[in-house]
């Protein structure tokens, strides 16, 4: 009988095993449905988070995994909406500070030195 294996996705890697007991998983506070694992990569050692459900969570736990410490990234669970953010609206969010802070970007005679 080997150790409890996980089937995890790596980006760069596509489909990789990873026994149970090299996760690191949280669960949501709150309602408590969803969490994260994280892990290695076992092929090219990228840190990976992967969601899991509260259920999943616990039968890793059950299986080897560990808590994940500190502050865990729950907002990677959100669900994103709209379009992604384009050049012009970076632009635009680049002048707006310059509104702002106009003497950060004139370096006028009487700036400070
Ligand atoms: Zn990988």
Do not use: K
Not at 8 to 21: F, R, T
Not at 23 to 40: Q, R, S, T, W, Y
Not at 85 to 98: C, Q, T
């Amino acid at each position: 009988m080997g150790l409890p294996m996980v089937r995890v996705q790596c980006p760069a890697c596509g489909g990789v095993e990873v026994p149970a007991e090299h996760l690191e998983c949280e669960i949501e506070p709150g309602e408590a449905l969803m969490g994260i694992c994280e892990l290695v990569c076992p092929s090219c050692s990228w840190i990976l988070l992967v969601p899991a459900t509260a259920e999943e969570i616990r039968t890793l736990w059950g299986n080897g995994a560990r808590y994940l410490w500190g502050a865990t990234p729950f907002e990677l669970l959100e669900p994103r909406y709209g379009l992604p953010i384009s050049w012009d609206e970076v632009l635009d969010f680049v002048l707006s500070l310059e509104d702002l802070c106009p003497s950060q970007s004139a370096a006028g005679p009487d700036g400070v030195t």
